[in-house]
Structures are given as structure tokens and as C-alpha cells.
Nanobody
Framework: QVQLVESGGGLVQAGGSLRLSCAAS????????MGWYRQAPGNERTFVAA??????????NYADSVKGRFSISRDNAKNTVYLQMDSLKPEDTAVYYC??????????????WGKGTLVTVSS
């Protein structure tokens, strides 16, 4: 089994910054893709950013709404993914969820979700 724990959420004023972290634990051999999704009240969960390891190369993708403001990175040695969020807007307010895709353990390959961390951006 793989457990994901997010941290770094909180309350920030518009224009401010936050850095989210997500640490994966368990007997993990590798994680193909780590990413972030968010869900605002009354809305569906939507994609924010993802980073996929391909050997020594990382491929990143962003939702159009966060391009140029958010930056995703990962530390494979720590099985941790980060989301640096700058120039935050009130519409970024949501619960942010971490996702690990293609997580390989000694017995399984699967996708996992964290429980989420709340980001609130005040105007």
C-alpha cells in the first residue's frame, strides 16, 4: 500500500504564494507520475499539474489556468512532489489533492490519492 500525505495549505492573500508538499510512504519501488488536482466547493475535481519521470527526464504538464504561476517538481529519493504556487488568485481557492500514478510496490502497481489540503486565497 501507498499512503500520500499533503501539507502546506493555508490562508493567503491574493498575490501571495504557497508551497504544497506531498510525501508518499510505503514500500515503494517507483512512482511514474505525481500530480496535483483541486476541488473547489460545488465543483468537480480538476487537474492542476503533473510531473512524469521518464528515466532521467521529467515531463511536466499544467492546466491552462495555472501556467506561468504554478511550478511542480519532485524529489524521487524522497518520493515527494511539490507545488509552488505564486501570484495566487481567489479562484485558486480549493482543496488540493495529491495523486500518485503508476506507483509500483513489491506486489502492486496502482494509483493513489491523498486526503487533501485546503488552500484559501482571500481578495
Amino acid at each position: 500500500q501507498v499512503q500520500l500525505v499533503e501539507s502546506g495549505g493555508g490562508l493567503v492573500q491574493a498575490g501571495g504564494s504557497l508551497r504544497l508538499s506531498c510525501a508518499a510512504s510505503g514500500t515503494i519501488f517507483s512512482i511514474k507520475t505525481m500530480g496535483w488536482y483541486r476541488q473547489a466547493p460545488g465543483n468537480e475535481r480538476t487537474f492542476v499539474a503533473a510531473i512524469t519521470s521518464d528515466g532521467s527526464i521529467n515531463h511536466v504538464n499544467y492546466a491552462d489556468s495555472v501556467k506561468g504561476r504554478f511550478s511542480i517538481s519532485r524529489d524521487n529519493a524522497k518520493n515527494t512532489v511539490y507545488l509552488q504556487m505564486d501570484s495566487l488568485k481567489p479562484e485558486d481557492t480549493a482543496v488540493y489533492y495529491c495523486n500518485a500514478g503508476g506507483a509500483r510496490t513489491s506486489t502492486t502497481i496502482g494509483d493513489y490519492w491523498g486526503k487533501g489540503t485546503l488552500v484559501t486565497v482571500s481578495s
